[in-house]
């Protein structure tokens, strides 16, 4: 067989002591070895770090970018969800296009080669948050896989109309369906209509969900249990969750146990669960944030993910993956090289598994979505916020990012 590119002396983060080369014909990985002869166009990557590129498995296209349309004064939760809301009632399919597509290209360019976005779906926006990230999904096809996932971010039992459209983005090609509990009057109602929509439509489930540090309560409880009534696990993901910040490593540890059985995945969101939480504290601020890591040790797949890009949720960010998988190792004090390892494997390997993306991964067969870092292995990579260098999609280069040169005297 022809091959169209020879990637020479890579290495995996499965197995960062090997060098391998990486046979690339048709769009797909034909071969790997530690040594190809071929006659083909080839790059030395030079034992730096290759992986299937990193997966986001949570943001927010459409309402990325609006920081100088919103007037953010303290900073809340309940002031983001009120000033977007109030913001989103002039956006245009042309306006959420544009601002989308710069936020989708800083991924691209950050190394993310398959993504996750949630598009709000109600009656203030209509569809045109969904008909302008579909619109992206098909034009940047050629540089990311991107999953919509429609939801009601202002409630759903409580916002007539919010369910018609929600069925309506289901009926013309939504990937995912949302819920965010948190905003509705009557949360289990609403929790239960979404996984009843997700039967009908055979389609995943992924929940913004248990928003506050108040651990007396959590919606987490009925999710696990329609998801056992459903028999749904393995389909139904939980965002923020940052009450698990706030209870003791037993309680937590039983949590875990009941999301691992119930096949139930967690996204934990560092920039904006540290920014909007503890606000109402004065001193020692909580920071607010998921322990995703002591999640996994109960079999929990967790990943690690952007959220909100330049808006009053989260009013920075630059849609690096590898800068949320270290300021999370910051957060929760994280030093260990397998602990750093597992940060990593976090904005890969297991979104990827909460995605479902069986064809994610450096094997032969698999789509030659490659992106090599500047980097030797996977816990220097979180530690050093290694740099993605080049990547390539279906076997053709997506993005290119030229390495530091020091210009000595």
Known sequence: MALDLLLRQGRRAEDKETLVDIAIAGGRIVEIAQRIAADAPAEDVDGRLVVAGFVESHIHLDKSRILERCHSEHGTLAEAIATVAAAKRSFTEADIYARARHTLEQAIIHGTTRMRTHVEIDPRVGLNGFNAVRRLKRDYAWAIDLQICAFPQEGLTNDPGAEDLLVQACEQ???VIGGCPYTDTDPHRQIA???DIARRFDLDIDFHLDFDLDPAWMHLDEVCRQADAHRWGGRVTVGHVTKLSAIDHSR???IGRRLADCGIAVTV?????LFLMGRDREFHVPRGLAPAHRLLAQGVTCSLATNNVLNPFTPFGDCSLIRMANLYANIAQIGRKRDLHACF???TTLPARLMNAADYGIAVGHPADLVVLESRDPASAV????????????GRRSFTRAPATLHRP
């Open 383 to 394: 530690a050093e916020l290694a740099q993605p260098l080049f990547g390539l999609k279906g």
């Open 193 to 195: 209509r979404i996984f």
């Open 345 to 347: 494997e976090m904005i």
């Open 252 to 254: 937590l540890a039983a």
């Open 269 to 273: 969101l560092p920039a904006t669960d």
């Open 173 to 175: 090609g939504a990937d």
